[in-house]
C-alpha cells in the first residue's frame, strides 16, 4: 500500500502515476492505496490556497510481481504419471513451466494445473504471469521427479498345485520388459528376462518380478506367496484272479493272491505305502520299488 503525507496542515496532495507532472486537476490523494501494476513512478505535489505548491516529488520506479507459484508436492516417487498442482495467489495469472531443468520465462508456454510427467528425472520449474505486473520469481521442485514403471501382474501368485504351477506375467506400462527370480532374491534388470510363462516344480518357491518401461524408472518389486507343488497320488493296480459274484465298496476281491503295482504321474516320485490301513509318510511307510504281492489279507 502506498501512502503519501505533508506537513503543512490543510493542504492537499495531488498525484499522477503515468510520470507526468501533477497539478491540482490530477487526482487527489485520500487514503492509502494500492499500485496495481508494475514499472510505475509516482509523482506528487501538494497545493494549499495560501502557499506556492510545493515541489514535485517523484518516486522510484515500483516494481509489482506476480505471486510466485506453489507447487505441490514439491518432490516424491510416483508410478506411471505424476500430477503437480501449481497455483498462485494473483488472480488471473498465467502459469509458465518446464519439465527440464530449464529456467521458464514470460515466453515458456502457458500449462494449466495439474502438470503431467510421465518422464522419470523431469524437474519441473514454473514461473506465473499476468499482463500488467512483472513476472514472477521461479518455484522449482526440490529435486527432479521418479516416475516407475507400473509393477507386474503375476497370475496365480500363489496356491497349492499337481506337479507344477504355470506363472503368467503382464504388466500395464506400454513396451514394458519383465525381470524375475524364483531364487527369493530381488529382481532388477540383469535378472531373467520373461519371454514365457515361469514354470514352478518345488514347493515353497516365491517367484518375485519387476518391470521396466521408456522413460520410467524400475518397478517396485511384486512378490508371490510360496507355492506349494504336490506329488500327483499315486495310482493301484492290481493284477490277480478275480473272485466273481463279491463286491464292496471301495474293495477288490481276488483268488489267493494279487499282484498290486503303483505309479504316480509325476517323474521322479518315490512312493510310500503301507498295509496295516494307517497313512503313509516317509518316515514309517515302505518304499515301493517293485510289483507287491498280497495274499491272505487286504491292502
Known amino acids: 500500500m502506498l501512502t503519501m503525507s505533508c506537513a503543512t496542515t490543510g493542504a492537499s496532495i495531488h498525484y499522477t502515476l503515468d510520470g507526468t507532472t501533477p497539478e491540482g486537476t490530477s487526482p487527489l490523494y485520500k487514503k492509502a492505496f494500492a499500485v496495481g501494476v508494475t514499472n510505475v513512478v509516482v509523482k506528487a505535489i501538494a497545493l ?77 520449474r514454473c514461473l506465473a504471469t499476468r499482463d500488467g505486473l512483472t513476472a514472477s520469481d521461479v518455484t522449482s521442485m526440490a529435486s527432479p521427479i521418479v516416475i516407475k514403471a507400473i509393477p507386474p501382474v503375476m497370475t496365480p501368485n500363489s496356491g497349492l498345485f499337481t506337479n507344477q504351477a504355470t506363472i503368467v506375467m503382464s504388466c500395464a506400462s506400454a513396451g514394458c520388459t519383465i525381470y524375475y527370480t524364483t531364487d527369493g532374491s530381488d529382481p532388477s534388470p540383469s535378472s531373467t528376462l520373461y519371454t514365457a510363462p515361469v514354470v514352478v516344480t518345488t514347493t515353497g518357491t516365491v517367484v518375485k518380478c519387476v518391470s521396466e518401461a521408456d522413460g520410467k524408472s524400475t518397478s517396485d518389486v511384486v512378490a508371490s506367496s510360496a507355492f506349494a507343488i504336490a506329488a500327483s497320488a499315486p495310482k493301484f493296480y492290481g493284477n490277480g484272479t478275480v473272485w466273481k459274484g463279491h463286491k464292496a465298496a471301495n474293495e477288490e476281491f481276488y483268488v489267493e493272491d494279487a499282484v498290486i503295482t503303483m505309479e504316480s504321474d509325476t517323474p521322479g516320485a518315490v512312493i510310500v505305502y503301507t498295509t496295516n490301513g494307517q497313512n503313509p509318510d516317509p518316515a514309517s511307510g515302505t518304499k515301493f520299488v517293485e510289483p507287491y504281492e498280497v495274499s491272505g489279507f487286504r491292502l
Not at 505548491?53 to 509489482?64: D, F, G, I, L, N
Not at 497455483?87 to 514470460?106: F, K, Q, V, W, Y
Open 48 to 124: 494549499h490556497k495560501g502557499l506556492a505548491p510545493s515541489k514535485v516529488v517523484t518516486s522510484a520506479v515500483y516494481t509489482v510481481k506476480t505471486s510466485a507459484p506453489v507447487l505441490d508436492p514439491t518432490k516424491s516417487d510416483f508410478t506411471a504419471e505424476a500430477l503437480i498442482k501449481v497455483t498462485t495467489a494473483t488472480t488471473g495469472a498465467e502459469l509458465r513451466c518446464t519439465l527440464d531443468g530449464s529456467d521458464p520465462t514470460a515466453e515458456t508456454n502457458i500449462v494449466k494445473s495439474p502438470v503431467s510427467v510421465t518422464q522419470t528425472g523431469s524437474l519441473v
